[in-house]
């Protein structure tokens, strides 16, 4: 699965810094893969780098979900579950909705129009019923909505925890149902958000696409159209 790039900084890069860089492309491309084995001696030799900047990198990484380490036994690449693909969807719909709702009513014009254009393509591949366009188009708008957030502090905080949720959930792909009227729907009706410049009705949609529970479900409502919740809670 396309993983959004990352938008680093201007500022320099400390070794620690890199070194995630460096490990996390390598897992996102697959030369790392799920399990296999991370050590010291290894990753100084093909990083170049001190022990300390790359346990510190694998700390880092281990927060976000991409390593995992038992003391004394190994530190590997996460080993995806699938029993954990619904808590993956709700914990992206809960941070990307959130980006969502700031950024959407601070866009230009220009940067609606790119936001739609991602937003089509993800409607066109739920109306194909084609999975691979999905996570491509799912990627991308991802990355867009990250790459627009205004606020820095928590575009710090879900930048590289939304991208690893998302390579997790793209290694347990094929136990993934998918509704894929539901995807086509919410997408048109987020097109129609983010015309509107409603950060709200915005941030519901994304967290409906994604599954999460809504207000109205936790009350046995269960409402076809989240558009309707979304007027309800700006009302």
Same mark, same amino acid.
């Given at each position: 699965?396309? &993983?959004? +790039?990352?938008?680093?900084? *201007?500022?320099? /890069? ?8 460096? &490990? %996390?492309?390598?897992?996102? #491309?697959?030369?790392?893969? *799920? ?17 300390? =900047? &790359? ?7 281990? /927060?976000?979900?991409? &390593?995992?380490?038992?003391?004394? /036994?190994?530190? !590997?690449?996460?080993?995806?579950? =699938?029993?954990? %693909? ?13 980006? #969502?709702?700031?950024? $959407? =009513?601070?866009?230009?014009?220009? +940067? ?37 957030? =205004? ?5 710090? @905080? ?5 991208? @690893?949720?998302?390579? !997790?959930?793209?290694?347990? /792909? ?34 409906? $696409?994604? %599954? ?8 046995? $409502? ?5 558009? #309707? ?7």
């Amino acid at each position: 699965m396309p &993983i959004p +790039e990352p938008h680093h900084s *201007p500022r320099r /890069r400390t070794l620690r810094r890199e070194a995630a860089d460096l &490990i %996390r492309e390598a897992i996102y #491309a697959g030369v790392l893969k *799920p399990g296999e084995a991370l050590g010291d001696h290894e990753l100084q030799s093909w990083l170049g780098f001190s022990r300390t =900047p &790359i346990r510190e990198a694998l700390n880092d990484l281990e /927060r976000i979900g991409l &390593i995992e380490m038992s003391p004394q /036994r190994y530190t !590997r690449v996460f080993v995806p579950r =699938p029993e954990d %693909r619904v808590p993956i969807l709700h914990s992206l719909g809960a941070l990307l909705g959130g980006v #969502a709702s700031l950024t $959407i =009513p601070t866009t230009t014009g220009s +940067e609606r129009d790119e936001l739609v254009t991602t937003f089509l393509a993800i409607e066109d591949a739920a109306t194909a019923t084609d999975r691979d366009a999905l996570e491509r188009t799912t990627a991308a708008s991802v990355d867009l909505l990250l790459a627009l957030c =205004p606020n820095h502090i928590l575009l710090d @905080g879900v930048r590289d925890l939304a991208m @690893g949720l998302l390579y !997790r959930l793209a290694a347990v /792909r094929d136990d993934l149902e998918i509704d894929w009227a539901a995807i086509a729907t919410g997408s048109q009706l987020l097109v129609e958000a983010t015309y509107e410049n409603d950060g709200v009705k915005a941030g519901l949609l994304v967290a409906k $696409i994604f %599954r999460m529970p809504t207000p109205g479900a936790a009350t046995g $409502i269960q409402p076809e159209r989240v558009e #309707a919740l979304a007027n309800t809670s700006t009302s």
